[in-house]
């Protein structure tokens, strides 16, 4: 996986070439697949697209496929009714696929996808046509990724923890439950029938599943692959999530991925754990290096990684619900921006593998978003050679870290003023980021909970 043409006419020529056509086909055929969906991933982590006939699959490869640009803010308005990204008038974008991606879907072995990059149409101004489409998330980390390769000679490796809470036949704690299910070998297999398909799925897709568990709410599982190149991470836990979302209508079950359900304890977060690698060298280890193992660009990562986390938390954590697992979680959960050694309350644990595990991270984040702020902030650290300071309770802290935003409001005022932050995402997607946050932090603001209304609707009566 490269970062890819940079326009759309260099994407539909590879995508011409007579022998890759010719494997993809071979493919299809052996499989026996009739439809092949063309997707991609809006701002907000859903997954959208259109579905061909097979037989078109030549036609699909050298043209993409066309969609209406406000699909990307998910058909979203402004409180004035005004759509986001766009109007009506909007020209299309074009979502070209690519062919490394194509995976047959095993729970329907008639259909196969691909993921798509996006791109402006040719027949738009000449300064944009068939340029890369600045909203795209996805070809956005191929590129930042790919550039800053370049630059430093390291490639960003990254494993997600997803967490998901399951409702349903099955996930109900059992009868006199008093004590935590956290890794408990009885409510784990209670939800037996749920992983094994996850893995079976995650295996057929091209995820190394390599384990999981119950985690600490009743009914949430934690599954866990192998790690990779950023981008691919990001690409797996987009097909994670709709495995799940399959799995659970097979099973006749519910599933969320929501930051703080109702009811639960810890929330579901997505730790991401992050490692810079030179060849296959890992950046950001040395036995030698000092007590912690921690090389000079590990430390300068991590610095990096701390300085920017306030205003990166509205796009790693970047729901109204995240703030709630974040205030209201538990002592796993971070609340400020701190760094330890083994300690899973801090923002940043520092395991003892060569590897940051960022907790901030949330399981509604969009991975190409939350991938593209962590690799910038990382470079900044490095750049500008940022101490992170003493891990927590080490070196006589005299001042307390600083808190993480206690709303999506503050997150975004935040990310807005962070130049560092916004140039991860690109001044188009950044912008159209922050129009869509807003609008839903707006609409929040403007709902009426039921919270307000068991506190006040008898409250002088």
């Known amino acids: 996986m490269s970062d890819g043409p940079a326009l759309l006419g260099e994407h539909r020529k590879l995508n011409a070439d007579s022998a890759l056509v010719k494997e993809i086909e071979e493919r299809v055929r052996e499989s026996g697949v009739e439809y092949v969906h063309y997707q991609t991933v809006t701002i907000s982590g859903r997954v959208v697209g259109k579905t061909v006939p097979a037989r078109h699959l030549r036609r699909g490869l050298e043209e993409g496929v066309r969609m209406i640009r406000l ?33 047959v879907l095993p729970w329907d072995p008639g259909s196969a996808r691909f993921l798509c990059r996006l791109y402006e149409p040719e027949q738009g101004p000449e300064e944009t046509a068939g340029r890369p489409l600045p909203a795209d998330a996805r070809g956005g980390l191929m590129r930042l990724h790919g ?21 349903g036949p099955g996930a109900e704690a059992a009868e006199g439950h008093r004590v935590s299910p956290a890794f408990h070998a009885d409510s784990l297999d209670r939800l037996r029938p749920v992983y094994r398909r996850i893995v079976a799925y995650g295996q057929a897709m091209g995820l190394d599943m390599v384990e999981g568990g119950h985690e600490g709410d009743d009914g949430q599982l934690e599954m866990n692959w192998a790690h990779d190149r950023a981008e691919r991470t990001a690409d797996r836990l987009i097909d994670y999530r709709r495995i799940c979302r399959q ?21 579901n977060g997505c730790h991401h754990n992050v490692s810079l690698w030179r060849g296959e060298e890992n950046a950001f280890t040395d036995p030698a290096a000092d007590r912690l193992h921690l090389t000079g660009t590990g430390r300068h990562a991590l610095g990096g990684l701390l300085r920017h986390a306030a205003a990166m938390a509205a796009v790693l954590c970047p729901t109204v619900n995240s703030y709630k697992r974040l205030l209201h979680g538990s002592d796993f959960t971070p609340s400020r921006i701190d760094w330890g050694r083994e300690t899973k309350s801090c923002a940043v644990r520092l395991p003892a593998n060569g590897r940051l595990e960022f907790r901030l991270p949330d399981a509604l984040a969009n991975p190409y978003l939350s991938h593209a702020v962590l690799l910038s902030a990382m470079e900044d650290g490095i750049r500008s050679r940022i101490d992170p300071g003493p891990p927590k309770g080490e070196g006589g802290n005299a001042v307390p870290f600083p808190a993480l935003p206690g709303d999506l409001g503050r997150a975004l005022e935040l990310f807005a003023a962070d130049p560092v932050v916004t140039a991860a995402l690109g001044t188009g997607l950044a912008d159209l980021f922050l129009e869509m946050k807003t609008a839903e932090w707006s609409r929040f603001r403007a709902a009426v909970t039921d919270w307000e209304s068991a506190e006040y609707r008898d409250a002088v009566c």
């Open 71 to 103: 699909v990307l803010a998910d058909m979203r308005t402004d409180r004035s009714g005004n759509p986001i990204g766009g109007g009506v008038n909007a020209t299309e974008f074009v979502a070209m696929p690519d062919p490394d991606t194509f995976a």
């Open 147 to 167: 550039a800053f390769t370049q630059r430093t000679g390291l490639e960003m490796r990254t494993g997600c923890e997803p967490e998901s809470t399951w409702t």
């Open 247 to 267: 799995v659970a209508r097979e099973l006749g079950m519910d599933v969320t991925l929501m930051p703080k359900p109702p009811g639960t304890g810890l929330g």
